[in-house]
């Protein structure tokens, strides 16, 4: 079954920029949902088709996917980006998710 | 109001059934696949399944394939996930989640928490 793998945790200080990747063999040819989900709450989702962004999410989210590497991106982080972030595509009939990444704010 | 409301927190022993349901509102609810997702404690996100309530049409992870059943109800608009003999190691938080026609999960229910233990 495909794999997708992801850092266990990134460190970012408030206002720079977070990189959160999620590998997986020729990920690019998919397309790839991020989530964020804080402690004690449901995922909500903050891209879908690999860039785009659901209505209520800021313009700092953004995502992209080539190869074998998505990323997602966060700008000018902030103290209430800290969650858990996963990734997610879906393969031969089925959803596929990523391990998550604990994103930390400094 | 666009929702999905799940069942309340169970607590069960090894061996015994359980059902936990998944009602949706506010939408249509025979348009959309409904999935089910486990979280185990301190864990990460895992994709279970999903079922087409307009016609039954389920899919299921090869992980989760025999181990639970996902069915609908759509004349109440409800989803539903069962075990036949839960094990210690169902203990987890269980989310159900809509699913868009691109494959991801717009919307996302509060979770139920289900403990197995003797």
Known sequence: SYVLTQPPSV????GKTARITCGGNNIGSKSVHWYQQ???????LVIYYDSDRPSGIPERFSGSNSGNTATLTISRVEAGDEADYYCQVWDSSSGVFGGGTKLTVL | EVQLVQSGAEVKKPGESLKISCKGSG???TSYWIGWVRQMP?????WMGIIYPGD???RYSPSFQGQVTISADKSISTAYLQWSSLKASDTAMYYCARQNKLRYFDL???GTLVTVSS
């Open chain 1, 38 to 44: 804080k402690p004690g709450q449901a995922p909500v």
């Open chain 1, 11 to 14: 460190s970012v200080a408030p």
């Open chain 2, 27 to 29: 939408y249509s609810f």
């Open chain 2, 56 to 58: 039954s049409d389920t």
């Open chain 2, 42 to 46: 301190g864990k990460g996100l895992e």
């Open chain 2, 108 to 110: 996302w229910g509060r």
